[in-house]
C-alpha cells in the first residue's frame, strides 16, 4: 500500500503539468508556466487582460503583440486555453467560413 501511495505522490506533479491552464485565471507563475511564453510575453498578457477579459483566441492574437497563429496553436498545444477553448487554425473553419473555436460570436 505504501508503494502505490508514493506512485501516486511521484506521479501528481506529471497531472498538474499537464491540467490546461485558463488564461483569463491564471497567475503570472502559471503564465510563465507555459511553454513557449516567456517574462515579457506574460507581462503583456496580464497588461491586456486588466483592460479586459479576453473574449477568444484572435481577441489575443490581435491585443497581444508578436502573438501569432503559430504561436497560439504551439501555446494551446502546451496547455492554455481562452475560455476554455484550446486553439484551432482559420483553416478549420465551418462552412459559413467562421471559425467558431476562435471566434465565439
Known amino acids: ?3 502505490k501511495f508514493i506512485a501516486f505522490l511521484a506521479c501528481l506533479p506529471l497531472s498538474l503539468a499537464l ?6 485565471q491564471a497567475s503570472e507563475a502559471d503564465l510563465d508556466g507555459i511553454k513557449g511564453l516567456g517574462p515579457a510575453t506574460t507581462r503583456l498578457i496580464l497588461a491586456e487582460r486588466k483592460k479586459a477579459e479576453f473574449k477568444s483566441w484572435a481577441d489575443l492574437i490581435s491585443r497581444v503583440k508578436g502573438l501569432g497563429e503559430n504561436s497560439a496553436a504551439k501555446l494551446s498545444e502546451a496547455g492554455l486555453s481562452v475560455n476554455g477553448v484550446g486553439y484551432m487554425p482559420k483553416s ?3 462552412k459559413s467560413g467562421t471559425n ?3 471566434n465565439p460570436n
Open 100 to 102: 467558431k473555436a476562435n
Open 19 to 24: 491540467a490546461g491552464v485558463e488564461i483569463n
Open 92 to 94: 478549420a473553419t465551418d
Open 1 to 3: 500500500m505504501r508503494k
